[in-house]
């Protein structure tokens, strides 16, 4: 079992920022990818960014240049900064951590609680 706890969650007003942090239980370098996805009312839950251990970020085209995906991994945390909010990122974020079993190449998705970030006009 892995387990995910996001955290940093709230309401702000458009252009505002938030900084969301996602705390894991195990070394976040043991996984392939650690990412943030979030689902908006009425809608498919989507991808937002990616930081592939040992690869290169990746950004949706709707957040790119505005939010930046980090990690610390002294303390197996990773990090989503929001600048210049708007009020369609209003959403349930989630973090999100995938890895692949040596052996049987079986792989694995595990995902956080969600926090809520609300942007008002």
């Known amino acids: 079992q892995v387990l995910l706890v996001e955290s940093g969650g709230g309401l702000v007003q458009a252009g505002g920022s938030l900084r969301l942090s996602c705390a894991a239980s195990r070394s976040i370098s043991s996984f392939n990818v650690m990412g943030w996805y979030r689902q908006a009312p009425g809608k498919q839950r989507e991808l937002v960014a990616t930081?592939?251990?040992?690869?290169?970020?990746n950004y949706a085209d709707s957040v790119k240049g505005r939010f930046t995906i980090s990690r610390d991994n002294a303390n197996d945390t990773v990090y989503l900064q929001m600048n210049s909010l708007k009020p369609e990122d209003t959403a349930v974020y989630y973090c999100?951590?995938?890895?692949?079993?040596?052996?049987?190449?079986?792989?694995?998705?595990?995902w956080g609680q969600g926090t809520q970030v609300t942007v008002s006009s």
């Open positions: 930081i592939p251990t040992g690869g290169t970020t």
């Open positions: 999100n951590a995938r890895a692949r079993a040596t052996i049987s190449l079986r792989e694995f998705s595990y």
